[in-house]
């Protein structure tokens, strides 16, 4: 019976969309699967509406309502235009920002955007082409905007689109404007709603006149220019992935001083098919497989990859015994804030109240670094527009030096407002040329802060669950670790146990206090004695639950790793066994 009600409701629904407000290939698309006797995808594509959240759209690009389409980018534009309108009703011209990666439809998303923004009076600065997030984000704050978009489903599958919202500050939007955007969009009940019309007068199309400043910016972020003279040859192979770092990252790179720069030429294809790569995401070691194939061919000092949006990077460089070995996110943020740190009080640069950020599932080896060297450390929720919210409140009162998140993003710099990959690549390119500089590698750098501030290693864990019945498996397992939190995790007794969804802390002898944080969020954390840290949270934008380990562990001497790590491994091992994942 359930069943029926199911496929009576998606029937409705998609019967509404066989009027001549939606084009004849999206009512045709319709019919076929109206009439095919399997149900499973008119199901995916009614049982719900692509939700536009705090984070905005993303999901599988096809026809309905639960999918990236011209009409549910069409009602996420409307609503945002609507809500923009009345929000700056006051001002003379409100204005936007368009920007959007290599995938397939991301042009046609972002052109059908410009259409109905400027449909609505609301002046628009369209890129002539993909570009990097980092730089929309920068040419909200440059151009004076009151909001931004980005078309971009970032690292995911070439199957995925998607729709990210930004403010005026040059992040992207929270309260109280994410929720009375949703609303709005909400409204919007068809595409009989949306004003498709462009007018052409309020469009201006950009491009070299905003990479130029924003490459500039880019290139004053450098804490030491002297090191890059001394190692400008610094041999480096990058890989764009076949999205917008292609862009930007080589222009920068050379713009900062590095004269061998080598890209891997059969990636520097713009496509959103991602044609040499299963998944675009530089997480991934196989993402990475063919950049790493040339440094080997080469001898190169680092490798570098951008995902499609090119806001995160991803990295490799070579062991103590030559081997190649990817540097995970939790890693690179500790290493981009422990020479940001080190090299900031050696050129006399630092202040007592500069201030560093890290999302809550982010290594807490971070924290050490900063407590050691006496900078503020703030802890905020996972996404980069609450790095920028902390940006934003102290804007004027202290200096943001970097923040970071695990899933390998950065920011070094406060003119954008979201993870930025292009300045990361430079950085990160400095920051190998200063260690070359000693005689050293990456690998080495590595090595000496895990010896001088502890050894930690971290796992996340992905239980993928897809469709309807996920999404019902997902909550279900979020609501039974909140009823019933462990008492021990992996051999060692839970002493603190932080539940964001209600704000409160219990400590291991059942005393409750609250979690000071800006708003509730769907996550839980157990830290255990042994100086485990366990964080779950449902992914905001796939489906499916994430367990973040991070074990702690000491490290004697640069040699001792690989016995830090053999023994950090057991213990994750043990962890994920009492966790059931």
Known sequence: MENE??????????????????DAETQAEIKKM??????????????????????????????GSNRMNIYTVGAATQGLSNYLNKNFKDLEQISVCIGHDCRNNS??????????????????????????????????????CQSGIILTASHNPKEYNGYKAYWDDGAQVLAPHDKGIIEE?????SAADIKFDRNPELVQIIGEDIDSVYLDKVHGISIDPEVIKRQKDLSIVYTPIHGTGMKLVPRALKQWGFENVHCVEEQMVESGDFPTVISPNPEN?????????????????IVMATDPDADRVGMACKDDKGEWVLVNGNQTALIFLYYIIKNRKAMGK?????????????????????DKNNIEMRDCYTGFKWIAREIRLSEGKQQYIGGGEESYGFLAEDFVRDKDAVSACTLLAEICAWAKDQGKTLY??????????????EVTVNVVKPGKSGA???????????????????????????????????????????????????????????GTKISIRPSGTEPKIKFYIEVKGEMGCPKCHADANAAALEKIEAVKKSLGV
């Not at 009600?5 to 939606?22: D, F, G, Q």
């Not at 969009?185 to 009940?189: D, E, R, T």
């Not at 080495?444 to 290693?457: H, Q």
Request: hydrophobic share 45%.
């Open 34 to 63: 109206l009439a095919n006797e399997d149900k499973t995808d008119l199901i995916e594509a009614f049982y719900k509406d692509l939700e536009f959240g705090t984070g905005g759209l993303r999901g599988i690009m096809g026809v």
């Open 472 to 530: 019902d498996e997902i909550k279900a397992m979020m609501k039974n670790f909140q009823a019933n939190p462990p008492k021990e995790i992996g051999g060692s007794k839970v002493a603190l146990v932080k539940d964001y969804t209600c704000l409160k802390a219990t400590d291991g002898e059942g005393n409750v206090t609250d979690i000071v944080m800006p708003e509730t969020s769907n996550a839980l954390q157990f830290f255990t004695e042994d």
């Open 107 to 144: 042009r046609l998303f972002a052109e059908i955007s410009a259409d109905i923004f400027s449909a609505n009076g609301i002046k628009v600065y369209l890129f002539e082409s993909m570009r990097p997030t980092p730089e929309m984000s920068f040419a909200i704050r440059h151009l004076g």
């Open 285 to 301: 070691a196989e993402a990475l497989s063919m950049a790493i194939e040339l440094a080997k061919k080469i001898n190169a000092d």
């Open 350 to 370: 630092m202040k007592d109240t500069d201030f560093c950020v890290k999302t809550i599932v982010t290594t807490e080896l971070i924290k050490a670094v900063a």
């Open 5 to 22: 009600e199911l496929i009576k409701l998606v029937t409705e629904k998609a019967n509404k969309w066989l009027t001549p407000a939606y």
């Open 444 to 457: 080495d750098v590595l090595m000496e802060i895990y010896v001088e501030y502890g050894f930690s290693k």
């Open 185 to 189: 969009v909400n409204k919007i009940a």
